[in-house]
T-cell receptor, first 113, second 114 residues
Framework: GNSVTQMEGPVTLSEEAFLTINCTYT??????LFWYVQYPGEGLQLLLK?????DKGSNKGFEATYRKETTSFHLEKGSVQVSDSAVYFC????????????FGSGTRLSIRP | GAGVSQSPRYKVAKRGQDVALRCDPI?????LFWYQQALGQGPEFLTY????????KSGLPSDRFFAERPEGSVSTLKIQRTQQEDSAVYLC????????????FGPGTRLLVL
């Protein structure tokens, strides 16, 4: 079945450091791929998405590219801020209204000032 | 406009009690999903509604779990005879149309079964 594997945390970085959180997936067909973020005390929010191979999703300085050849969707940011401290979830879904989202286990990111 | 709301935000139940968790989706959203998030894990799918029809309940862990959405808006997730392993955060999400759109998540209900 479909599944998502992401880099285990926690990850601790200094402010302005470069961030990569790895994510790989297993799926039949052509899923859509997502990164969701959960800030402390808040609900899950969609950070970015890509719906087909080679698409790049981007938002708030974060980027991820849908790589079908390596079945990956790694999250990157060039210069992290303290406010980026949160739990990040890689996820996938099929293209239909009945498509449940399958989440990875999450990566906790902490940024030191 | 208002987002997805859930109530109660926190629920403590004694083992064996029944609980009911409510989800108010964004007005007009056709699709509604329930997920269960155990501590330190990602959310896992429980069930899906399109309007009032429950089209997928493959993720419900046992027949103690029951969900309904009788008028195609508010949904209730009911857990009968709660067990300690039911302790988790229960998330509700809704999306707008019959074609896949972004799912908007509520803040969740944290259930603790003692």
């Amino acid at each position: 079945g479909n599944s998502v594997t992401q880099m285990e945390g926690p990850v601790t970085l200094s402010e302005e450091a470069f961030l990569t959180i790895n994510c790989t997936y297993t799926a039949t067909g052509y899923p859509s791929l997502f990164w969701y973020v959960q800030y402390p005390g808040e609900g899950l929010q969609l950070l970015l998405k890509a719906t087909k191979a080679d698409d790049k999703g981007s938002n708030k300085g974060f980027e991820a590219t849908y790589r079908k050849e390596t079945t990956s969707f790694h999250l990157e940011k060039g210069s992290v801020q303290v406010s980026d401290s949160a739990v990040y979830f890689c996820a996938l879904a099929g293209y239909s209204s009945a498509s449940k989202i399958i989440f990875g286990s999450g990566t906790r990111l902490s940024i030191r000032p | 406009g208002a987002g997805v709301s859930q109530s109660p935000r926190y629920k403590v139940a004694k083992r064996g009690q029944d609980v009911a968790l409510r989800c108010d989706p964004i007005s007009g959203h056709v699709s509604l999903f329930w997920y269960q998030q155990a501590l330190g894990q990602g959310p896992e799918f429980l069930t899906y509604f399109q309007n009032e029809a429950q089209l997928d309940k493959s993720g419900l862990p046992s027949d103690r779990f029951f969900a309904e959405r009788p008028e195609g808006s508010v949904s209730t997730l009911k857990i009968q005879r709660t067990q300690q392993e039911d302790s988790a955060v229960y998330l509700c999400a809704s999306s707008s149309t019959s074609v896949w759109e972004t799912q908007y998540f509520g803040p969740g209900t944290r259930l603790l079964v003692l």
